[in-house]
């Protein structure tokens, strides 16, 4: 009896510790796989992003009435926080979902601001472009260079 009584303890103790580890949920699920391109891609230059140093939160929500595809919020007290606006995030292709993505964790994570500067071609230079001045050509083949002025600039 006493046996019985010390595996129930056991038990519930290693149930409670599971239950107490599991961290809270921050990533939607659909955003997982960018999160994780953009702590590999940053990898591939050097440069470590941690999610569990410095957590980012990312959530799809539909802003129907705001005609930004995404945003950052930074939050110093618990961690920063990208929105997708699932208003665009549907008719996005992976390339154009990775390039959003990858923007907002520019700001929220690399700490990066806008920059509009072109190229010859009137090209952005840089993936962290406002949409104001002028549109990038992020693509299978541009992919790299764009990848590395967004992690080594
Ligand atoms: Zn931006």
Redesign the pocket.
Known sequence: MKHRFGSVVFLLCLIMSLHCSKEPDLVDAELRIYLERFSEEAAVRGIEVDYKTEPVEARIELHERDVQLG??NYDFETQNMITINNLFWPILNDFEKEKLVF??LG?CVLYRT?LDEQDQAGLCKSI?H?GQACADNYSVNTRERYLDELFLR
């Open positions: 945003w950052c923007h907002e700001h806008h962290m406002s």
